[in-house]
């Protein structure tokens, strides 16, 4: 990823655990934008979607998750 790219980019990190994800959005110049902890059902992963759609503006969401077997599966389809 070119440093024009990145800078056309929030950073968001998902912690995944079995029964609640934490994300972190990062804006391009490493400050932090958001910090929110979901549960595990439908309505908790459309709350983190708009987080992330409120602080992306004209920015494109980039998006990493925690490797933790199987537990991302949940979270992965609200991702796209």
């Known amino acids: 990823m070119t440093t024009a790219q990145k800078q056309g ?3 968001v990190g998902i912690d995944v655990h ?6 972190v959005g990062i804006s391009p ?16 992963f459309e709350t983190l979607n708009e987080k992330v759609k409120e602080h992306s503006g004209v920015l494109s ?14 979270v992965i389809p609200w991702m796209r």
């Open 9 to 11: 980019c929030v950073f």
């Open 18 to 23: 079995k029964d609640t994800h934490t994300a």
């Open 29 to 44: 110049y490493g400050e932090k934008l958001f910090e929110i902890t979901v549960g595990n059902y439908k309505e908790d």
């Open 61 to 74: 969401p980039l998006t990493e998750l925690v490797k933790t077997q199987h537990i991302q599966r949940k």
